[in-house]
């Protein structure tokens, strides 16, 4: 069996990106992708495993978008589970051995905190975090409003915590602002680390975020 090929691995997956939202292109999979290297030095990690499983993670995200994340039955789709399978089928083409092969498919399909495949392998851990890590911060609020743009939503309805308390899933709909988006999820991010590196990023990070949401609100009610 041939070694696990990065230069290949990066030339295949790109091709799943061409048209992509802008919150999920190929620069959010170079970011993933060198974040999790650095953390997976700093943690001690297989870094050949990190690197294929972070340029192919998102590979099923296009797929998801275009279905805003509904099967045709009604049931939920996954991009992380579709990715998953589809890093297989790369993977077995590419001829890398089975024990590679399921390695990295498990950190695709445990890369996503709403399903039921958690992360059991510290490559897997380490991408989760890098994932998430990628959602806060400076990166992270302009990917959040850049999301919305995509799908023609708003910044921001006034009553989030409300509809937060409703609790509907407005994934995808008129109500699904950039606000909502941080109040429900992002402010959440740093409490689900995985990893020693992570968590002290994310706690920078979460500062940051947290900054600005406030001036934002004050801007908004015209204090400053």
């Given at each position: ?11 295949i ?9 802008a ?11 060198n ?8 943690e001690?990690?297989?870094i050949?495993?990190?690197e294929?499983?972070?340029l ?15 099967n045709a039955?009604g ?6 589970q579709?990715?998953a ?11 890398v ?7 990295i ?13 958690k992360?059991?392998t ?7 975090d ?14 959040d ?9 708003i910044?921001?309805t006034?009553?989030e915590?409300?509809?937060?308390k ?7 709909t ?20 995985l ?15 947290t900054q600005f ?12």
């Open positions: 069996m041939k070694e696990i090929n990065i230069r290949e691995i990066k030339k997956a790109r091709t799943y990106f061409v048209g992509a939202s919150c999920h292109d190929w620069t959010h999979v170079d970011r993933v992708r974040l999790a290297c650095t953390i997976g030095k700093k001690g990690a297989d050949r495993i990190i294929a499983a972070a192919l993670h998102d590979i099923g995200r296009k797929a998801e978008f275009a279905c805003k994340g509904e039955d049931t939920r789709f996954c991009h992380a579709e990715g399978k589809e890093t297989q089928k790369i993977l077995v083409k590419l001829g051995d089975e024990e590679n092969i399921a390695q498919a498990h950190c695709v399909v445990s890369h996503r905190y709403r399903n039921n495949y992360p059991e510290l490559e897997a851990k380490i991408l989760f890098a994932d998430k890590l990628d959602s806060i911060g400076a990166v992270g609020i302009a990917r409003f850049v999301f919305v743009g995509h799908f023609n939503t910044m921001y006034g009553n915590m409300e509809l937060i409703n609790g509907k899933n407005l994934d995808y008129k109500q699904d602002s950039g606000v909502l988006e941080y109040e429900k999820k992002l402010k959440y991010i740093k409490d689900k680390m990893t020693k590196t992570g968590k002290e990023i994310a706690r920078e990070r979460h500062e940051f975020m949401f406030e001036r934002f609100w004050d801007e908004v009610n015209g204090l400053r």
